[in-house]
């Protein structure tokens, strides 16, 4: 795994949020096109070509055929590769993902084959066409599954078990994304310049805001930030601001110029892809990702053997430095020479001067011996722990007590 | 239809779904993941720094079902010596004076109709950051497990542990 200095994480965030962000542009816009110009093509020849264009208006700046294939496919490869890097979620496996890419790679290639037969005027045939919907319809499922997967990244307490629950990868909040996805999709669609399908930007514009308040409703309970509120209510605004251009134009039955609804919707997808990384940030965070390694206890032997507690063993014993130890854990509370919550430790190594074994038991385990001292707390030493604080006791009060 | 229609009709869609959005973030904010407690208390320094053991102070997590926090006397065990300058230390040692037990506000909070025992859970081997996170890395506890039904059924689940309603709903 590439290593990533703390200082590159943000960039590598806001990255990855490019990346989705243009991954979800081009892919809606290649998803909503197909499944669109599937009817014209099924039923008559009849209505303008679809893809050979005429050097006129300016397209959306996304192309068609083999390089939109690659370039898409290339925007989904940086953005997982990001989002692993970023978050190193350590969660699906192998299989996971080879299934996704070779459902996304089938989909993409159906497409682009069945686009040779889709360009022009005359009707297509049966296969082409199955073979675009087959392909639009995998491309969408990916899409379905990767936008759940990214959702299953906002509750981290469940990421152990989806091994043996592989359903918990679904949710509602997943769900919702996808809806959300598929709309702007819809509004992608709707730029195309060649026929006017703006009644398509504004249905999905007017669809926004219940799936909006959905998502924010069924998001995990800890992502929830004051700021997701407020991307929500910037997305609203675009929204409003693309139903109305669109509804202005849909009355004067012209077309309005591309930069206006492209911008608005680019804009809705920035602040839709913010809004997930938000999310993670607030429920990412490093104290709650510790201790989520949790063995299943009925298919792995223990890993230590029955022991009450409930600090983990080391696994393999590196070198201790006794007086660190010492400065870490007994310094509070023990001075040699006088007293300060417990008592001075030269008066009590003067008792274990004959027998130093039982003075690494004591400190494995403490009691409560003199009753003018308040007890001893057990630090849960290791073994290697007292062994080697012993010895640098005693090696202190040696070097103290030799005459210089 | 008069030009102005669709504009008002629009805007009104619109504007009723963000005073909608409005009352859900007034009403329904971020839940109180972390809340101010009597005394600032650190577990940066006691369980990281010190090492000090949860079961030190949070004794009964291992004898009963319900964990707790520990007595006043258990603070003063150490500081009744220990930084008795600082103005936390300092509150701590009026509420000694007064007798007075120490107000914590409880972060982990299960509803009434649910059994919780802690104690089947620490002895089955579970470490404590599984449900309770990297507490000794927090300055303030702060929740960071959903504490949902489905989270409890899955860790359950996987672990061979009984998911009959009666175990927890008694």
Known sequence: MLPVIQEQLLFVKMLQG??????????????????????????SAAGAPLFSLPPGPPRPKILTGKRTG????????????????????????????????????IGLALILVARQHLRGTRPTAR????????????????????????SFLLTPESWPFLASRPLL??????TLR????????LMLTGLDRQQNRQWLILGAALLWPPFQILELLLIPELARSPWLYLWAALTLLTAAALALMTTRALRKKRLLPLAYPLSAVTLLAILWVLSAQTARETTLSGVALAGLQLPPATEREPIAPVDS????????PPTIDGGQLFAQKCSVCHRFDQRLIGPPLSAVLVKYRSDKESLAGFLRNPQKIDPDYPAMPNLNLTQQEAEVLTDYLFDYETVQTTPQ | MPKWLPHILLSAYFGFFLLLLATLAWFWPASPRAASQPIAFPHTVHAGQLGLSCSFCHESAELGPQAGVPAVSKC?????????????????????QRGEPIRWQRIYHLPDFIYFSHKRHVNSGLDCSACHGAVEEMQTVKRVRSLQMGWCLSCHRSRGASFDCATCHK
Not at chain 1, 19 to 24: I, M, P, R, V
Request: hydrophobic share 55%.
């Open chain 1, 18 to 43: 490019a990346f989705q962000t243009l991954l979800c542009l081009s892919l809606g816009y290649l998803v909503g096109e197909v499944l669109f110009s599937l009817p014209g093509k099924a039923i």
């Open chain 1, 70 to 105: 690659l370039l898409i496919a290339l925007f989904m490869a940086c953005n997982l590769l990001l989002m692993k890097i970023a978050y190193r979620p350590d969660l699906f496996t192998g299989p996971f993902w080879g299934g996704l890419t070779v459902l996304f790679i």
């Open chain 1, 127 to 150: 296969l082409p066409l199955a073979a675009a919907l087959t392909g639009d319809l995998l491309l969408l499922a990916v899409c379905f599954f990767l936008l759940n997967a990214e």
């Open chain 1, 169 to 174: 990868l679904l949710s509602w909040n997943g």
């Open chain 1, 178 to 185: 996808f809806m959300q996805f598929t709309l702007l999709a």
């Open chain 1, 309 to 316: 507690q409930p600090v983990p063993q080391p696994q393999a």
């Open chain 2, 76 to 96: 003063l065990s150490c500081h009744q010596a220990i930084a008795t300058d600082r103005p936390e230390i300092q509150k701590l040692l009026g509420y000694q």
